[in-house]
T-cell receptor
Framework: KAGVTQTPRYLIKTRGQQVTLSCSPI?????VSWYQQTPGQGLQFLFE???????NKGNFPGRFSGRQFSNSRSEMNVSTLELGDSALYLC????????????FGPGTRLTVL | SQQGEEDPQALSIQEGENATMNCSYK?????LQWYRQNSGRGLVHLIL?????REKHSGRLRVTLDTSKKSSSLLITASRAADTASYFC?????????????FGKGITLSVRP
């Protein structure tokens, strides 16, 4: 099976712009979670989708949003980018509802100038 | 502070030595997992231990869990240079109707050849 893929791998944006990141989970996996990783804050949970429904949400402002499509692919959107949004955004998929092993993608490195 | 906190923050050992990393958490868990991350890439799942288990082995890895102390340790025996990476513990906790996976800030392990 192909692993979790994320596109794009690298992105440079300027403050105020918006960005959309994409994640394709492993075939058959219905849960997709998104995390933001920065040197200062570590890995922080953004949200999780299961069967197109947001099942869980972290403590991020409303500028961060996401969705999941019927084929389980997921996108996350960040509007009105701030310098502090520069981070590695990781997506992880798992087969079902419980948090057993999560399979991570390589991440999207977002730099906000 | 975070649900899962690893200790030490950084560890440097010689190849062939054992590496012990600790994780403490605050609230009751369903399970505790350890992940490895190489140099800003995606995380790789290493091992999962359930709340009713006390010890688990996988190859050169040994994980223990003490729910009374809310702590876990990861032991890597006979370390290799390829074990150089960041290691994260993640706790699966119940939040309302859904569970949530929370990561610590990680331990940087350097194995000197």
């Amino acid at each position: 099976k192909a692993g979790v893929t994320q596109t794009p791998r690298y992105l440079i944006k300027t403050r105020g712009q918006q960005v959309t990141l994409s994640c394709s989970p492993i075939s058959g996996h219905r849960s997709v979670s998104w995390y933001q990783q920065t040197p200062g804050q570590g890995l922080q949970f953004l949200f999780e989708y299961f069967s197109e429904t947001q099942r869980n949400k972290g403590n991020f402002p409303g500028r961060f949003s996401g969705r999941q499509f019927s084929n389980s692919r997921s996108e996350m959107n960040v509007s009105t980018l701030e310098l502090g949004d520069s981070a590695l955004y990781l997506c992880a998929s798992s087969p079902g509802k419980t948090y057993n092993e999560q399979f991570f993608g390589p991440g999207t490195r977002l730099t906000v100038l | 502070s975070q649900q899962g906190e690893e200790d030490p923050q950084a560890l440097s050992i010689q190849e062939g030595e054992n590496a012990t990393m600790n994780c403490s958490y605050k609230t009751s868990i369903n399970n505790l997992q350890w992940y490895r991350q190489n140099s800003g890439r995606g995380l790789v799942h290493l091992i999962l231990i359930r709340s009713n288990e006390r010890e688990k082995h996988s190859g050169r890895l040994r994980v223990t869990l003490d729910t009374s102390k809310k702590s876990s340790s990861l032991l890597i025996t006979a370390s290799r240079a390829a074990d150089t990476a960041s290691y994260f513990c993640a706790t699966d906790t119940l939040t309302g109707a859904n569970s949530k996976l929370t990561f610590g800030k990680g331990i940087t392990l350097s194995v000197r050849p």
